[in-house]
């Protein structure tokens, strides 16, 4: 006879101010609790609540399509997407905020020196970035250092579509990991980039994994509640999206489309691009590809990959960003 195991989830933990609805899972700490404030947390069950329904929908068209390229389907571009790929449509200009990104560099490690390094943008979740308030202390030196007046613009990377948060549930359920991390650091943040940036734009966010426009036309109506909630201008939010999966190579113009009043542009990846590649072509043989580390973007389907990237940013006005080991794609 089968036998069943029931396990109960820790008590939520005391001391956290929470709407109803939702649970802090996990040890408090008065340093999360003034990140995790009871109005935070309504806005990101707010987010949760109206949108987790279309990111099950959109979940269950990734493993539809997975299906059939296992079944020996290849991916392509959408014959029902036709007039967006050949319209003449642009999106919106970039703000000034972000109009040079010739250079970029990745987080978190050692934000100050990051922020002060002369890079045009900085892909890290601070708080204490957006404040300026960054220092840190060389005991060994004897100097202490702080951010210069003028630093890289800020890129926040909340995680993909397909990954919970298992120290928030929402009306019993993890949290989208995706909506914490924007909510959480849009709402403590977006009134500091009003005052403090100049130039009416931002916060800036880098969005990872999709794999279909319907993910990011997600992703924009969240950013349009985001901005209503708050009463700043539509198109004040931007992001830079990562074409990091091969099902979205095909999908490059039908994105900026959804996002086009919010886009900043696409990034072109490797590693990740990679790795898509051999999940998508799983169960076809002939799709082998060598040890990865011999994959460089020279091969003629990375090559591909890359230049319709630039084509397709270029046609429509934003910018075309590359990878850690890729030469940068700007115009």
Known sequence: MATTTTTTAPAAA??????????????????FAAVLTRDALVFVAALHREFRGAVRHAMEHRREAQRRYDAGELPRFDPATRFVREGGWACAPPPPAVADRTVEITGPAEPRKMLNSGAKVFMVNLRDAVAGTITYHDATRGRTYKLNDQTAKLFVRPRGWHLPEAHVLIDGEPALGCLVDFGLYFFHNHAAFRAGQGDGFGPFFYLPKMEHSREARIWNGV?????????????????????????????????????????????????????????????????????????????????????????????????????????LLTS
């Open 223 to 327: 950013f349009e509640r985001a901005e209503a909630a708050a009463g700043i201008e539509r198109g004040s939010i931007r992001a830079t999206v990562l074409v990091e999966t091969l099902p979205a190579a095909f999908q490059m113009d039908e994105i900026l489309h959804e996002l086009r009043d919010h886009s900043a542009g696409l990034n072109c990846g490797r590693w990740d691009y990679i790795f898509s590649y051999v999940k998508t072509f799983r169960a076809h043989p002939d799709r082998m590809l060598p040890d990865r580390a011999l994959v460089g973007m020279t091969q003629h389907f990375m090559r591909s990959y890359s230049h319709l990237l630039i084509r397709t940013c270029h046609r429509r006005g934003v910018h075309a960003m590359g990878g850690m080991v890729i030469k």
């Open 14 to 31: 005391s001391g956290y101010d929470t709407p109803e609805g939702v649970d802090v899972r996990g040890r408090y700490d008065p340093e």
